[in-house]
Nanobody, 117 residues
């Protein structure tokens, strides 16, 4: 059974940092584009950051310069380093795996990030 397991969420003060991890298993991790999404209460799920199989990255405008996505294929893990956190970053963060047309898409269960003083 495919698994994406997020960790690293928690409560942090504004201006603080967190690093999220997503450990993948039972699929060909290195062949998948990996992304982080987030969903705040009462809002739609939004794309935060994406990293391709070759390491190219894209970010939502709201997190550019503050967040950094990376992957370690040897560990089947994708990371999201979040710096200079703001209250508006509060959300459940989800890991996502996508290989394109004809392949299944996978989601993690989510990890809560709360930015508050």
């Amino acid at each position: 059974q495919v698994q994406l397991v997020e960790s690293g969420g928690g409560l942090v003060q504004p201006g603080g940092s967190l690093r999220l991890s997503c450990a993948a298993s039972r699929f060909s991790f290195s062949s998948y584009t990996m992304s982080w999404y987030r969903q705040a209460p009462g809002k739609e799920r939004e794309l935060v950051a994406t990293i391709g199989t070759g390491g190219s990255t894209k970010y939502a405008d709201s997190v550019k310069g503050r967040f950094s996505i990376s992957r370690r294929n040897a560990k089947n893990t994708v990371y999201l380093q979040m710096n200079a956190l703001k209250p508006e970053d509060t959300a459940v963060y989800y890991c996502h795996a996508n290989r394109g047309y004809g392949y299944s898409v996978y989601w993690g269960q989510g990890t809560q990030v709360t930015v508050s003083s």
